[in-house]
Nanobody, 129 residues
C-alpha cells in the first residue's frame, strides 16, 4: 500500500509560481512511479508530470514543458512540482498518484485513470487576480 498526501495549494496570480509537494509512505514506496494529475472544472483528470522511482525518467504534458519541473527525494519521501507562469486555465485540483510497472509516459499519458491504484486527496490551486 502506498499513501500519498499533497500540500502547497492555494491562490496565486496569473503569471505567478507555486510549488506542490507530495509526501509518500508505505512499504516499498521508493519503488513507485509518482505523478501529478490535474482536474479542472468539467474536465477529466489528466497527467501533468510523472517521475520514475529513481528520479531519472521524467515525463511532462506538452502544455507545461519549460514551465513545470518535477523532482524527487526518496530519502525525504517527497515528490515536488515546481510550477511557473501559471495561467487561469490551470485552476483546478491537483492530485498525486502512484503506481508500479509503468513508464513515466505510460502513467501520465497512456493509462486509464481508473487503472492507477493509489491517489492522494488532492489540493486546490486557484489562479486568479
Amino acid at each position: 500500500q502506498l499513501q500519498l498526501v499533497e500540500s502547497g495549494g492555494g491562490l496565486v496570480q496569473p503569471g505567478g509560481s507555486l510549488n506542490l509537494t507530495c509526501t509518500f509512505s508505505g512499504i516499498d514506496s521508493e519503488y513507485y512511479v509518482i505523478g501529478w494529475f490535474r482536474q479542472t472544472l468539467g474536465k477529466n483528470r489528466v497527467g501533468i508530470a510523472c517521475i520514475s522511482n529513481l528520479g531519472i525518467s521524467k515525463y511532462y504534458k506538452d502544455s507545461v514543458k519549460g514551465r513545470f519541473a518535477i523532482s524527487r527525494s526518496n530519502v525525504e519521501r517527497t515528490v515536488t512540482l515546481q510550477m511557473d507562469k501559471l495561467s487561469s486555465e490551470e485552476t483546478g485540483t491537483y492530485y498525486c498518484a502512484g503506481t508500479r510497472g509503468l513508464t513515466t509516459q505510460r502513467m501520465c499519458a497512456g493509462t486509464w485513470i481508473s487503472d492507477i491504484p493509489y491517489w492522494g486527496k488532492g489540493t486546490l490551486i486557484t489562479i486568479s487576480s
